[in-house]
């Protein structure tokens, strides 16, 4: 048996008992990093990723490069590191049966796991049937840092596709504030009025900068005279 493996042990036999609302941040970390580093004390290894990014967000999201800089982080934990937000966005999606998205606040709760670790502008587009029951979430574009183009025809189609009743746009500011620009505003009003062609009714733009979200329909945004939500 190694020096740590005692320690181990009763960290994973603690865990068992009492789940991750027994750890501290450090701890869970020190847990995840011996699966990559198994014959290396992890405890100072992981001390010193919070000390330097602040927080298990900010390290997720570092990059390789800067991880690797890190005594003891080698390719392999850097890798398992950064495997974590996608790792969450999978998790999610999977909790999809039966969901019915009839408010703003329910349709955030549900969008907001899926930008989990998107460090450029990514835009989603709900279907829901005409009593709100979720058809499919389909990521529409990716851009840069601060834009992602969506046609008019690719969310026209996408809707046709899945027989949606009733859509919701949905796309994150990454290094920003959760507030609607002038191009998101002009975005909507085009989509609305290609969908209102094929009688298929945008619902909401939501915007999503980390836990926080704005509805434009919710928060008098949305130019348009309807609303959608029952």
Do not use: W
Not at 54 to 78: D, M
Not at 97 to 113: F, G, M, R, S, W
Request: charged share 20%; hydrophobic share 40%; proline share 5%.
């Amino acid at each position: 048996m190694g020096i740590h493996d005692g320690h181990r042990e009763r960290m994973r036999q603690r865990y068992d008992q009492m789940g991750a609302d027994g750890f501290h941040d450090h701890e869970m970390l020190e847990m995840l990093l011996s699966c990559a580093l198994p014959r290396v004390d992890t405890n100072p290894i992981a001390h010193e990723l919070l000390h330097v990014y602040g927080s298990l967000h900010g390290i997720c999201h570092a990059p390789r490069e800067s991880l690797q800089k890190i005594p003891g982080i080698g390719p392999n934990a850097a890798t398992l590191l950064r495997l974590i937000p996608g790792l969450c966005r999978m998790y999610y999606s999977e909790q999809e049966t039966h969901v019915i998205l009839n408010t703003p606040e329910k349709c955030a709760a549900y969008l907001i796991p899926r930008f989990i670790g998107r460090t450029v502008e990514t835009v989603f587009l709900i279907c829901t049937d005409s009593k709100h029951r979720l058809l499919s979430c389909i990521l529409l574009a990716t851009g840069n840092l601060n834009s992602a183009a969506v046609s008019s025809r690719s969310v026209v189609e996408t809707a046709l596709r899945f027989n949606a009743a009733h859509v919701v746009l949905a796309h994150n500011h990454p290094n920003g504030v959760a507030l609607p620009s002038e191009e998101d505003l002009h975005t909507t009003d085009r989509l609305f009025n290609a969908l209102a062609g094929v009688t298929v009714h945008l619902v909401d733009h939501i915007i999503v900068a980390d836990n926080d979200y704005v509805s434009m329909a919710d928060s008098g945004y949305f130019s348009m005279n309807a609303s959608y939500y029952p």
